[in-house]
C-alpha cells in the first residue's frame, strides 16, 4: 500500500494529476463518436423498389421495413409492396428517400429485406472488436504498460477509423470497424486505468466519473455532427481524421509509476514521482533507498508472470472476480435492453439521441455525492433502483404508457449510475499485479451483455412483461451479491494478491509500516532505522 502513501505526499489530485486528466478525457469523446455513429451510418431510410409505376409513391407512407420489401410471388409489378410473405431482392434496384440521410452504408450497399440482416451482423462484429480488444489489450497493458497500449490503441483507431470512410464494400468496411472496435477497449480501459493508479485514494472516483461525464459529451455532440454531415462516408471521416492530433501524446502522456514500481522499474518510477511532486509544489526530498517502497518478497512476487487464472485461484480473489464479472455482465446488459425499449419514441432521430445523452448526465451526477461514502453501497443502492423499477412496469397498465415508460427511465437512470460506480469499483479490487486483466475480462463480460441484449426483444414471445422481468430481476441478484464485495471507498489500492487474501506486514517481513509513513515525511529517515519496531507514543 505504499504507492499511496507517496501520493498522499507529492499530492493525490494536483496539477500533475488534472493535466493528466485532461489527456484522458480528450479522447473519450471521439470514443463516443465511433460508438454510436452506427446510429446514423447504419441507420435505414424509407425506401421502396425502383419501377416506373410505383414513382408517386410516398416515402412517408413507409413507416414498417417490412412494407418495403416485395414478397416472393409471381407479382409483374417490381415496384409492388407486401406485408408479408418471404422477402426476395428487387429486382429493379432500390430508391431511398434522402429526407433526413443523404446516404448511410445501407442506402450505399442496399442493406435491406435480403440483405439487411448484413446490417446487424455488422454491428455484432463491431461488438466482437470491443470483446477482443478487452482481452488483447488488458493483457498487453499488464505487460507493456498503460501509458504505450494507449498510444497503439489511439493510432489504430485513427488509421483504420479513417480507412473505414473510403471502405469500397461492405465487406472491407465492417473488417475495418473491427478494427476501430479493438482500439476503443484498448483506450477506455487503459486511460481509466492510468488515471485511477495515478490518483490518491481520496479521489480516485473521478477516475471513472469525470471520463464518463466526456463520454457524454461525445454523446450528445454525436448529434450535431451528423445533423450537419448526412453523409456517411463524409460523417465517418470527420470522427475518425482528429485522431491523428493524439500523436502528440508521445511528448505529454505520462507512464504510470505504480505500473512500474511492480515492475522492478524503481529509478524510472521514482523519477515520475519527483516530476509529479514538482508539477503539485510539494516539496519531496526522499531518496528511493533511503526507504524501500516494496518488500523483498513484493519484488519477488513481482517476477512472476501474472495471468487471467490469477484472478480465480485463491480463494477470496476468485469470489471478488465472479462477483465483479457477473456486474459488468448485467450492467451492459439491462443498459442496452432498456436503451432498446425506450429508443422508439417516434420523435427526430438527432433530437432523440441528444436527450438520450442528456439524461444520464444527472445518473453520473448522484454518483458524485454518494461514491466518497461507500462504494459497496452505492453499487447496491442503484442497482436496487435500477431493477426495482424495471420489476414495477409489470404490474402497469399499458393503457398508462407514460407511466410505464417514466419508470423505464427510473430504471435506466439506476443502472447508468450503477455502470459509472462499477468502473471505479472494480479497478478498487482488483490488485496492480492484475488490475488489467480484472478490467479486461470484466470488459469482456460486459460486451457479452451488448451482444446479448438485443436478443431480449425475442423474450416477447414468451410473455409481453419477459424482457422487463429479466431487467428487473438480473440487477436485483446484482445488489444481492454486492454484499460480498468489500469495501474500498478511500483505502489504498491493492498491489498484490496477497492484500486481497489478508496478508498484512509484520516486523518478521524487514518493514515497520508506522516507520514507513513516518519515513515518506521526513527525508531525514534512513535505511538503519528501518528496523525499528518502536511505536511511537500518542
Known amino acids: 500500500m505504499h504507492f499511496d502513501e507517496i501520493l498522499h505526499v507529492i499530492g493525490g489530485f494536483g496539477k500533475f494529476q488534472k493535466l493528466l ?14 460508438m454510436l455513429v452506427s446510429i446514423f451510418s447504419g441507420a435505414i431510410p424509407p425506401h421502396r423498389c425502383r419501377s416506373e409505376s410505383s414513382g408517386s409513391l410516398n416515402f412517408s407512407l413507409l413507416t414498417s421495413p417490412e412494407l418495403s420489401c416485395p414478397a416472393r410471388s409471381n407479382q409483374s409489378d417490381a415496384g409492388a ?7 426476395v431482392s428487387c429486382r429493379g434496384g432500390w430508391e431511398y428517400s434522402t429526407e433526413t440521410y443523404q446516404s448511410t452504408i ?18 455484432s462484429i463491431y461488438m466482437f472488436g470491443l470483446l477482443v480488444g478487452a482481452l488483447l489489450f488488458g493483457t498487453l497493458a499488464d505487460k507493456y ?22 471502405a469500397p464494400n461492405f465487406y472491407v468496411y465492417t473488417a475495418l470497424r473491427f478494427m476501430v472496435g479493438t482500439s476503443i477497449s484498448g483506450v477506455i480501459m487503459n486511460a481509466f486505468v492510468l488515471g485511477t493508479e495515478w490518483t490518491g485514494s481520496k479521489q480516485r472516483m473521478l477516475a471513472g466519473l469525470i471520463t464518463d461525464y466526456w463520454f457524454g459529451v461525445g454523446y450528445i455532440l454525436l448529434a450535431g455532427v451528423a445533423y450537419l454531415i448526412r453523409d456517411w462516408r463524409k460523417l465517418q471521416l470527420a470522427i475518425s481524421a482528429p485522431g ?10 505520462p507512464k504510470s509509476a505504480r505500473w512500474l514500481m511492480i515492475n522492478n522499474r524503481n529509478e524510472e518510477a521514482w523519477e515520475l514521482i519527483r516530476k509529479a511532486a514538482q508539477m503539485n509544489s510539494k516539496p519531496f526530498t526522499l531518496d528511493l533507498e533511503m526507504c524501500q517502497v516494496y518488500k523483498a518478497e513484493e519484488k519477488s512476487e513481482v517476477k512472476t508472470k501474472y495471468s487471467i487464472v490469477d484472478l480465480v485461484r485463491t480463494p477470496k480473489m476468485r469470489r471478488q472476480s465472479l462477483i465483479v464479472f457477473y456486474l459488468w455482465f448485467v450492467n451492459i446488459l439491462v443498459y442496452y435492453g432498456l436503451s432498446l425499449n425506450i429508443s422508439d419514441v417516434g420523435m427526430n432521430i438527432y433530437l432523440t439521441q441528444m436527450i438520450f445523452g442528456l439524461v444520464e448526465m444527472p445518473a ?36 398508462l404508457s407514460m407511466i410505464r415508460t417514466t419508470l423505464a427511465m427510473v430504471g435506466k437512470f439506476g443502472i447508468t449510475a450503477s455502470l459509472s460506480i462499477i468502473y471505479v469499483y472494480s479497478a478498487e479490487l482488483f490488485p496492480t499485479v492484475i488490475r488489467q486483466n480484472g478490467i479486461g475480462l470484466g470488459s469482456m463480460f460486459a460486451r457479452m451483455g451488448g451482444v446479448l441484449a438485443p436478443m431480449m426483444h425475442f423474450l416477447r414471445f414468451l410473455s409481453p412483461h419477459a424482457p422487463m422481468i429479466l431487467c428487473g430481476l438480473l440487477p436485483l441478484l446484482g445488489a444481492a451479491l454486492t454484499l460480498l464485495l468489500p469495501e474500498t471507498a478511500n483505502k489504498p489500492l491493492p498491489d498484490t494478491i496477497q492484500d486481497i487474501e489478508g496478508h498484512s506486514f509484520s516486523d518478521e517481513d524487514g518493514v515497520n509500516p508506522v516507520f514507513f509513513k513516518a519515513c515518506l515525511r ?17
Open 522 to 538: 521526513n527525508s531525514n529517515c534512513s535505511s538503519s532505522t528501518s528496523q525499528d519496531t518502536t511505536k511511537p507514543s500518542a
Open 106 to 123: 445501407v442506402t450505399e450497399w442496399d442493406l435491406v429485406c435480403d440483405k439487411a440482416s448484413l446490417n446487424y451482423v455488422g454491428s
Open 364 to 399: 453520473r451526477t448522484i454518483t458524485l455525492f454518494t461514491l466518497n461514502r461507500s462504494r459497496k453501497f452505492s453499487q447496491l443502492a442503484f442497482l436496487l433502483v435500477g431493477g426495482s423499477a424495471c420489476l414495477l412496469t409489470i404490474f402497469v397498465p399499458s393503457d
Open 244 to 253: 491523428f492530433f493524439f500523436i502528440f501524446y508521445i511528448l505529454v502522456l
Open 21 to 34: 486528466y485532461v489527456w484522458i478525457c480528450l479522447p473519450q469523446i471521439f470514443l463516443a463518436f465511433h
Open 81 to 87: 409492396f407486401s406485408a408479408g410473405g418471404s422477402n
Open 145 to 166: 504498460g498503460r501509458r504505450n497500449i494507449i498510444l497503439v490503441s489511439l493510432a489504430i483507431q485513427a488509421v483504420f477509423g479513417v480507412g473505414a470512410a473510403f
